[in-house]
């Protein structure tokens, strides 16, 4: 008479704790810190994927700018690629994944890549309480924990992200792009760092006769000398060129991963609102606007062509042509080449 009791009795205590056990598995499941955003409104709203493919919620005029930025694209990489291969997680370590929002961004520096950083940083909640993207150091937008990568994630979770989430980039007119990495990393006296690791080589190499001060300080790196050095076959042999000067088709791979948005420096103001608006925060988060009084424009770019031979602006074309037929830029009109 008593076993069926007892039997009961270690049913009842084995239920209970297999309750406590799926109690507190799905407590620690939850995400230590809230999103920009109500969550019960992220539950039930589109995703920026969504947003885009439907097409009602952004300015139509807007849209058609995006397509036909994504079919040139698509027409380029069917005309200049010759064949296709599978991504492997080399190729993604620069998309940023923001797992909260369904956002994938391949971030290219020189192309207003701290302030998206900045952005994100703040819709993740990495910063912690600053709800402004300004107010967060350049330098801390560019520490290495404060995101995950698209490389971090196995195969399936790779692949199941850039099904669903919308995947942006933000690219650049190539020439400028250049001239902006080489001011800001050999004519700025406080990037000892590059002119240690990248002036004293550059000087060793390409200046006839350097002084025992360049060579071991590598801080007066001429514009022509980085261009002897980006062009010299033996560069690319020793090691990947740096983030700052690599062609953005090597960094961001626009032949394997479909971007959704593909942004434009030119048009920053306009393609970052968009996007937010896409992600739905706009109301929530401006993206930060731009100094125009450092930024180097096109006739900048021109006055440092200028001393740049025929031949070398050739080479330096050929080395960076991708990047301007994959994302339609054309020649421009200061090069003597022709």
């Not at 937008?141 to 490389?151: P, W």
């Not at 434009?264 to 608006?277: F, H, I, N």
């Amino acid at each position: 008479m008593r076993k069926p009791k007892v039997i009961r009795m270690v049913f009842a205590l084995s239920l209970g704790c297999f309750i406590m056990v799926i109690f507190y598995f799905n407590s620690s499941l939850k995400p230590a810190s809230e999103p920009v955003g109500d969550r019960s409104e992220q539950k039930s709203r589109r995703s920026p994927l969504q947003t885009l493919y439907d097409g009602d919620q952004v300015e139509s005029a807007v849209q058609a700018i995006h397509q036909g930025r994504r079919e040139l694209l698509e027409e380029a990489c069917r005309s200049y690629t010759r064949k296709r291969r599978v991504l492997i997680p080399e190729d993604l370590k620069h998309v940023i994944v923001d797992d909260q929002h369904g956002l994938l961004y391949c971030y290219v520096p020189k192309v207003a890549c701290t302030n998206w950083k900045r952005v994100l940083m703040v819709l993740t909640g990495v910063n912690g309480s600053h709800r402004d993207p300004l107010a967060i150091p350049a330098n801390e937008a560019h520490i290495a924990g404060n995101f995950r990568t698209l490389s971090e994630y196995s195969t399936s979770q790779i692949n199941q992200r850039l099904r669903s989430y919308l995947k942006f980039v933000f690219v650049r007119e190539p020439f400028e792009r250049l001239v902006s990495a080489y001011r800001n990393k050999f004519t700025r006296s406080y990037n000892t760092a590059f002119h240690k690791r990248y002036g004293t080589k550059i000087v060793r190499r390409h200046r006839p006769d350097p002084q025992p001060e360049a060579l071991e300080r590598g801080n007066d790196v001429s514009f022509e000398e980085f261009v002897y050095y980006l062009v010299d076959p033996a560069t690319q042999r020793e090691e990947p060129f740096n983030e700052h000067w690599e062609r953005v088709h090597s960094l961001c791979h626009p032949c394997l991963i479909h971007y959704d948005v593909v942004g434009k420096y030119e048009t920053l103001e306009q393609d970052s609102r968009y996007v937010l608006q896409l992600a739905g925060v706009e109301d929530q988060i401006s993206f930060p606007a731009s100094s125009k009084s450092t930024r180097t424009t096109g006739d900048m770019a021109a006055q440092f062509f200028h001393n740049i031979s025929p031949f070398y602006q050739k080479k330096l074309y050929n080395l960076y042509r991708m990047d301007f037929l994959l994302f339609n830029y054309s020649i421009p009109a200061y090069l003597k080449f022709r």
